[in-house]
C-alpha cells in the first residue's frame, strides 16, 4: 500500500520552461491537494479536487494548472517556469468531509528554476 | 491578516521534560484542527486531530483545545531527541479553498 506517490523526488528547469508534477494515490479518496512549502513557511494551497472532473483554485494558483481525469491522479502543471516558483511540492490527498478531515501527504517534488 | 499563527522557534526543551507548542488562528467557527510533525527534508506528518474543547490524548501526545480563546496547544510528555522536528498546526478556515490553512511551524529541539 503506497499511499500517496509524487514524482520526480527532484528536478532543476530553466526558466520559461513546462513540466508535470505527477501524483497518484491508492487510499481511495476523493478529495486531493496540492501545496507548495518554501523554507521556513508553512504550506500553501494551490488546487484542490473534491472528486475526478472537478478541480478548484487555492491560495496561490497563478502559473499552475491541474486536471483529475481519474480518483487515482491528480498531475500539477507548471506553464513557462519562473524563479518564484521554485519550491518543495506536496501532493496530499483526505477522506470524505474535505477539511475536516485530516490530509494524508506524499514525500514531496523539490523543484528549483534557474 | 495572519490566520494562523505559531512560534517559530527554536524552542529547547531538555530530554524528558514537556514540550508545550502552541498555535492560535483567527476563524472562530473554525471545526477541525491537526497538528503534522515535518522532519528536515520530509513530508508532514500527522500527528494529532482535534475537533472539539478540551484535551485529546495519545501516548506521549495531548492536544488541548481553547474556541472560546482560538487557542490549540500540543504536549508532548517524556520528550526525546527523536521529537525533535518542526509542528505544523493546521486548521480549516471558513471561507477559502476546501484545504487546511497551515502556520509556518514550530522548531522543537531536544536536548540530549
Known amino acids: 500500500n503506497a499511499g500517496v506517490t509524487q514524482t520526480p523526488k527532484f528536478r532543476i528547469l530553466k526558466i520559461g520552461q513546462s513540466m508535470t508534477l505527477q501524483c497518484t494515490q491508492d487510499?481511495?479518496?476523493?478529495?486531493m491537494y496540492w501545496y507548495r512549502q518554501d523554507p521556513g513557511m508553512g504550506l500553501k494551497l494551490i488546487y484542490y479536487?473534491?472528486?475526478?472532473?472537478?478541480?478548484d483554485k487555492g491560495e496561490v494558483p497563478n502559473g499552475y494548472n491541474v486536471s483529475r481525469s481519474t480518483t487515482e491522479d491528480f498531475p500539477l502543471r507548471l506553464e513557462l517556469a519562473a524563479p518564484s516558483q521554485t519550491s518543495v511540492y506536496f501532493c496530499?490527498?483526505?477522506?470524505?468531509?474535505?477539511?475536516?478531515?485530516?490530509?494524508?501527504f506524499g514525500d514531496g517534488t523539490r523543484l528549483s528554476i534557474l | 491578516q495572519k490566520e494562523v499563527e505559531q512560534n517559530s522557534g527554536p524552542l529547547s526543551v531538555p530530554e524528558g521534560a514537556i514540550a508545550s507548542l502552541n498555535c492560535t488562528y483567527s476563524?472562530?467557527?473554525?471545526?477541525?484542527f491537526f497538528w503534522y510533525r515535518q522532519y528536515s527534508g520530509k513530508s508532514p506528518e500527522l500527528i494529532m486531530s482535534?475537533?472539539?474543547?478540551g484535551d485529546k490524548e495519545d501516548g506521549r501526545f495531548t492536544a488541548q483545545l481553547n474556541k472560546a480563546s482560538q487557542y490549540v496547544s500540543l504536549l508532548i510528555r517524556d520528550s526525546q531527541p527523536s521529537d525533535s522536528a518542526t509542528y505544523l498546526c493546521?486548521?480549516?478556515?471558513?471561507?477559502?479553498?476546501?484545504?487546511?490553512?497551515f502556520g509556518k511551524g514550530t522548531h522543537l529541539i531536544i536536548q540530549p
Open positions: 496530499a490527498t483526505g477522506g470524505e468531509g474535505g477539511r475536516n478531515q485530516p490530509q494524508h
Open positions: 487510499m481511495n479518496h476523493n478529495y
Open positions: 479536487s473534491v472528486g475526478a472532473g472537478i478541480t
Open positions: 476563524d472562530r467557527v473554525s471545526q477541525s
Open positions: 482535534i475537533y472539539s474543547n
Open positions: 493546521a486548521v480549516n478556515i471558513r471561507g477559502g479553498a476546501d484545504g487546511l490553512t
